[in-house]
């Protein structure tokens, strides 16, 4: 009978406030991105620790973080949120135009800079009541477990070799050049292998500690290694100090003529083969059968099409 009265007092918004919370470890950023106020998420907080005779989340020095029996509840109320919003969206099937749910997309900057503003435009014309998240994919994204508790719908990137374990979408491939000043004097005296290699190079901050990313990793299994000067976490800042000073750039193609009208840039040919950077989609078995995570795919795939095509 008491667990069957505990239960009772449990509802989907005390679920989904206790997730938020744990997992943002952070009242004031959970009443964000629930679109509450603080002291209405304090007070489902207050309700929470007293249905669960635990505080749930702690201060630890300047951080809060969650308690044993805090921490093992993340995964079953994940669980929770997923299985009622396939309960309800998959039992009467996707309606863009009338449908209510929250699209979570992980996508690497390193994309065209058009691909996201697009991506959102497309989604919010066609789906106008859904919500949109962009999560980044930082060093510390670990977008396995993202997407396995359902954190994030679909991840976005590029890769020598997409992961195993996920289900993996194609979007497209793109040529490798360098991106450099006009002022820059490659410009005007065209570079070998070996200047371009000693050379000052920018590059994007790894992803993860002790992470190469698919340039480097390219040019160890060819015994080589260039001499990176500049590293920076946001890429779409890198084209304008390339701008300004004799940084080299080296991405897609496709990427850099997005600012070759913007900025005093040039786009060169890489004396240095490479594989073509391929760019997919991700996402977990978990999503792979619902109708609305179908549709979010297919707007992330028509709209690398459409780009493609530019």
């Not at 850099?256 to 078995?285: A, D, G, N, S």
């Amino acid at each position: 009978m008491r667990d069957q009265a505990l239960f009772d007092k449990i509802d989907l918004h005390l679920i989904r406030v206790l997730y938020t919370v744990l997992t943002e470890r952070n009242v004031s950023r959970a009443a964000i991105r629930l679109g509450m106020s603080q002291p209405a998420v304090s007070a489902v907080l207050k309700r929470l620790r007293e249905l669960a005779g635990d505080p749930l989340l702690v201060r630890s020095g300047a951080a809060m973080v969650p308690t044993d029996a805090g921490l093992r509840m993340v995964e079953p109320s994940a669980g929770i949120l997923r299985a009622a919003e396939v309960l309800f969206t998959e039992a009467r099937g996707f309606e863009p135009q009338t449908a209510r749910n929250t699209f979570r997309v992980a996508a690497s900057d390193y994309l065209d800079p058009f691909f996201l503003p697009q991506l959102v435009a497309q989604i919010k014309a066609q789906a106008p009541l859904c919500h949109i998240e962009i999560h980044p994919l930082s060093a510390d994204s670990d977008y396995h477990t993202h997407l396995a508790q359902g954190e994030v719908d679909v991840v976005i990137g590029n890769w020598l070799k997409a992961p195993d374990d996920l289900h993996m979408g194609r979007l497209f491939g793109d040529e490798v050049v360098c991106l450099v000043s006009k002022d820059h004097p490659a410009v005007r005296r065209p570079w070998d292998a070996a200047s371009w290699l000693q050379g000052e190079h920018i590059a994007p901050t790894p992803l993860h500690p002790g992470g190469r990313g698919v340039i480097d990793d390219h040019l160890d299994s060819l015994g080589l290694q260039r001499n990176i000067t500049a590293r920076c976490p946001h890429f779409g800042l890198i084209p304008a100090m390339v701008a300004s000073s004799l940084l080299v750039l080296t991405t897609g193609r496709q990427y850099c003529e997005r600012f070759t009208e913007r900025l005093p840039v040039k786009i060169l040919p890489c004396p240095i083969e490479f594989p073509q950077l391929m760019y997919y989609q991700l996402w977990h078995e978990r999503s792979h059968a619902s109708s609305a995570a179908k549709w979010l795919r297919e707007r992330v795939r028509s709209v690398a099409e459409a780009l493609r095509k530019k």
